[in-house]
């Protein structure tokens, strides 16, 4: 690891010498995207088993858990967007963003292993502690993820290039979570022994691959936001009322948090489901690592296909994609319950159906919450990177506990019972959460995008020209006003279309 960090530090300052508008190194790049491998096998494995291991190896209630995961999240809406503050508010020699990235991923390593191995406890005591467990790991998973993704914005405010930079950890979180986690998890934690011990084992694997892999970004990545300089000033705090300002005032991360939320739903509804959607009412649980392990190929194609698509078709497009793909791979499946409920072959379609529209909608959401801190700046006068990402680690803690508890609550109300032959209506209920609920959900955060989202190429385009005005006036120590931007417009404006942006900068500033 010393050979690795020395290796990084002697590319350092060429890697300074970047500018943030422009292309940053293929190194830079992928040590950045690396690092979502880990972390995300880390939200695979309590994302995806977390409710079956805690109902069918460690025999708690269905209902309590799901309620349980629910409860929990009200605390991690106060923790994310305190974290945010906090990490917007850290200046330290190494950044703002990376000292909280090591402490986070060293907590949320130690308290996975612990909440995957036996515990010691027995009734009462059994259900406090793994309540206990869960909310330590949704707090320490949160010191880590902010800054993670934080990292985005003020890797290069190009759009092209951000639309490049923002798939690559999205495709490395897939490879993580679905493809390994998801699609190879079961027959893994059986190779090691299968059962308790199994999930322990492989909960200490992927601790360790977790903190390598941060490591990878600490040491591949530039420093960002360092100290002020000696003599200049640091930059203004952000207090609690600043970060309730960034949410509310700021319409198009309001519109953002609305699309990620209705489709986060319909991924996790259906993700959280699936296992005993194939166990139960497929009858073969086997065909689940078939549905995943598809699943998350097709996610990281689509995560690759973004950039060409956006810049082909247009973002909103996309989109649409987006909205409908759910419709064909779940109805396919749903359909296939009835008639051949143990097709392999219905199972892996269905899978790569549904998971190519998740990969395209990652890259979109992934480029749009960089989009809106680059608007609120614009907007504002200030950046608020941790505050408005702390919103994407919220939601999607919470549309994971939320339909864990639905679904804990429709598996108790239709009679569910751990390792049995379900009841007809047991198994309808879990159709429609598996299968019915997604397919709503996902169509409602397609709607949402095309009816009040603004931010497209050409208007980032315009918002990123002024913000960079406005550095170099800062930088010159004047202060510039409507007509002096309008003076130097045409040195950063395409010749074909000066007057449009004129106009959009007068009417902003008026």
Known sequence: MLSLATSYRKKGSAM???????????????SYGFGAIGKDMVYGIIATYAMIYLTDVTRLGAAFVGTMFFV???????NDFFMGMIIDNTHTRWGKFKPWLIIGTLLNAVVLVMF???MPWQGMALYVGATVLYILWGMTYTIMDIPYWSMIPNLTQDPKEREQVAVIPRIFAAIGQTLIVGGLGLPIMNALGGGQI???RFAWIIAIVFIFATLVTCFGTRNQNNLS???EEKKDKTTLKDAFHVIVENDQLLVTIAVILFYNIAYNFAQGSMLYYFKYVAGNANLFSYYTFSAGIATVIGLFIFPKLAQKLSRRTVYIICGFLPALGLGLLFIGSFVAAQSALIAILSGFIFLMGYGLHQGSVTVLLADTVDYGEYKFGKRNESVTFSC???LVKFTSALTTMLTGWALTMTGY???AVQSASTMMGIRMVALVGPVICAIISMVIYLKYLKLDQNYVSRIVRILTLRKADSDNNRTLTVEGLDSEIAGVVAPDQPQPFRKEVNDERA
């Open 16 to 30: 300074k010498q970047n500018n943030q508008t422009g292309k940053i190194s293929f190194r830079e790049k992928y």
């Open 72 to 78: 929990a999240k009200f605390w991690d809406a106060i």
């Open 116 to 118: 995957f191995t036996k």
């Open 198 to 200: 199994g999930y322990t």
């Open 229 to 231: 300089k000696e003599g």
């Open 392 to 394: 994407q680690t919220l």
């Open 417 to 419: 019972v751990p390792d």
